[in-house]
C-alpha cells in the first residue's frame, strides 16, 4: 500500500479514541498533557494497568504481554482482521479514501451485507406487523421474552410466504444474485423467479465479532421442517467462526466475569434474559480451536455450559481433548454441568438465576 497514504491514516487516527472503544483509561497513571495514557491492557487479563499508549507518536506498548504496534497492528490483534481490513476500517473512520490502486482485486462483498441488512429490516417488520402476532405470541409466552429481548437480539419473523421476502429485497434494489449468494433466497425449479429460503420462521440475526450481520437462525414455528434451519456457509458466513452474541457478549457485564458458552442461540436468549449477558453459542457445530481463540481475545476462563446427558458429556470429552494443547496459564476453560435434560431456560425457571449463579462460582477448571 501506498505509504503516504498509510502515514497519513496513522497520522488522523487518535489512539485515544481508537483504543477507547475497548479499554478504561487508567486517569490516576495517565499524564494526560504529554499524550500518554494508561489503561489495563486489552490483550491480556490484568488487575492493573500496564499498558501504555503514546497518542503523539500513535504507538502502544503492553509491558505485561509486549503486544506493540499503530492503529493498524491494534486492529488486527484486537479484531483478528487482515491488514487491508485494518486499514479499510481506520480509512473509514477518519473518513479518508484508500487510493484506488492499494484496493485489493477480490470481490466486493458490500452488497452482500447490504442484502442482509435489508432482509433483517424487513423480518423485524414483519414480527411488529399483522403477520407477525403468532410468533410474538411464541416468543412472549412460551419464551418469557420482552419486547425489549427481542430488540437486543435483533429477532424478526419470516412470514409463511414464498415472495413477501423477495419482493422486499427487490424493492430496496437488492439484486437476487447477491441475496442468492447469502443464502436468503432461492432459483425457483419452475420458471425464473426466486422464492424466500425462510418461512414460517422466527429469526434470529447472526453476527460476526465485529458486529456485521452475516447468516439468519430461523426457528419454525408450526408445521412441517427442521426446527432449526441456518443460513448456508458463504462468502461471508462461516460456522467454524462464528459464535452467536460474541459481538454483543463481548461488551456486556463486567471484563471479569467469566463468558459462558451455551449450545445454542435459544440458550443465549435465556441466559440474557436471566441476566447473563455474557453468553455465547456455536452455530450448531461443536466448538473448534477457532472459536475458542476468538472467545480468548474477550476472556481468559469461559465456561463451558453442559447438558448433563451422555450426548453432552462426549461432547465435553472431545473439546477437553482439542483445548488442551491450546491451554495456557491466561488461555483455558471451566465447565458447569446441567442435570440431565434441563436446558439453561429449564434450569433457571426450576432453581432461578441464583442456582445458576453458584454454578457458574463452581465451574469446574480444566485440569480437574
Ligand atoms: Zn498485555
Known amino acids: 500500500m501506498d505509504r503516504n497514504f498509510l502515514d497519513q491514516l496513522r497520522q488522523q487516527t487518535s489512539l485515544r479514541d481508537l483504543i477507547?472503544?475497548?479499554?478504561?483509561?487508567?486517569r490516576k497513571k495517565s499524564e494526560e498533557g504529554r499524550g500518554i495514557l494508561w489503561a489495563c491492557c486489552p490483550f491480556h487479563q490484568e488487575k492493573s494497568a500496564s499498558f501504555k499508549v503514546d497518542v503523539g507518536r500513535g504507538q502502544y506498548y503492553c509491558f505485561g504481554c509486549h503486544k506493540k504496534g499503530d492503529a493498524i497492528s491494534f486492529l488486527q490483534d484486537r479484531d483478528g482482521l487482515g491488514f487491508v481490513e485494518a486499514v479499510r476500517q481506520l480509512a473509514d473512520m477518519a473518513g479518508l479514501a484508500i487510493p484506488e490502486t492499494d484496493l485489493p482485486k477480490g470481490p466486493d462483498s458490500r452488497p452482500l451485507y447490504r442484502a442482509m441488512d435489508v432482509a433483517q429490516?424487513?423480518?423485524?417488520?414483519?414480527?411488529?406487523?399483522?403477520?407477525?402476532?403468532?410468533a410474538r405470541s411464541y416468543l412472549v409466552r412460551q419464551r418469557g421474552l420482552s419486547p425489549d429481548d427481542a430488540k437486543h437480539f435483533g429477532i424478526g419473523f419470516a412470514p409463511n410466504s414464498w415472495d413477501m421476502l423477495v419482493g422486499a429485497l427487490e424493492k430496496s434494489g437488492v439484486s437476487m444474485a447477491d441475496a442468492e449468494?447469502?443464502?436468503?433466497?432461492?432459483?425457483?425449479?419452475?420458471?425464473?423467479?426466486?422464492?424466500?429460503?425462510?418461512?414460517?420462521?422466527?429469526?434470529?440475526?447472526?453476527?460476526?465479532?465485529?458486529?456485521?450481520?452475516?447468516?439468519?437462525?430461523?426457528?419454525?414455528?408450526?408445521?412441517?421442517?427442521?426446527?432449526?434451519?441456518?443460513?448456508?456457509?458463504?462468502?461471508?458466513?462461516?460456522?467454524?467462526?462464528?459464535?452467536?452474541?460474541?459481538?454483543?457478549?463481548?461488551?456486556?457485564?463486567?471484563?471479569?466475569?467469566?463468558?459462558?458458552?451455551?449450545?445454542?442461540?435459544?440458550?443465549?436468549?435465556?441466559?440474557?434474559?436471566?441476566?447473563?449477558?455474557?453468553?455465547?453459542a456455536p452455530m450448531g457445530t461443536a466448538m473448534n480451536e477457532e472459536h475458542l481463540q476468538e472467545l480468548w481475545k474477550y476472556n481468559s476462563e469461559p465456561v463451558v455450559c453442559l447438558d448433563g446427558d451422555k450426548a453432552g458429556l462426549n461432547a465435553a470429552d472431545r473439546l477437553v481433548a482439542m483445548a488442551l494443547p491450546l491451554v495456557r496459564h491466561d488461555k483455558t476453560l471451566q465447565f458447569i454441568t446441567l442435570p440431565d435434560g434441563l436446558d439453561p431456560d429449564d434450569y433457571i425457571k426450576h432453581q432461578g438465576r441464583d442456582a445458576f449463579s453458584s454454578l457458574l462460582s463452581e465451574a469446574q477448571p480444566l485440569a480437574d
Open 20 to 26: 477507547g472503544r475497548y479499554v478504561q483509561w487508567d
Open 121 to 134: 429490516e424487513f423480518f423485524v417488520a414483519q414480527l411488529k406487523g399483522s403477520e407477525g402476532v403468532q
Open 181 to 280: 449468494a447469502v443464502g436468503l433466497v432461492s432459483k425457483s425449479d419452475r420458471g425464473q423467479g426466486y422464492y424466500s429460503r425462510f418461512r414460517g420462521r422466527v429469526m434470529f440475526p447472526i453476527h460476526d465479532a465485529r458486529g456485521r450481520l452475516v447468516a439468519f437462525g430461523g426457528r419454525l414455528l408450526e408445521g412441517e421442517g427442521a426446527k432449526y434451519y441456518n443460513s448456508t456457509e458463504t462468502a461471508i458466513f462461516s460456522k467454524k467462526k462464528t459464535l452467536y452474541n460474541l459481538h454483543q457478549a463481548r461488551t456486556q457485564g463486567r471484563k471479569d466475569d467469566p463468558m459462558i458458552v451455551v449450545e445454542g442461540y435459544m440458550d443465549c436468549v435465556a441466559l440474557h434474559k436471566a441476566g447473563f449477558g455474557r453468553v455465547v
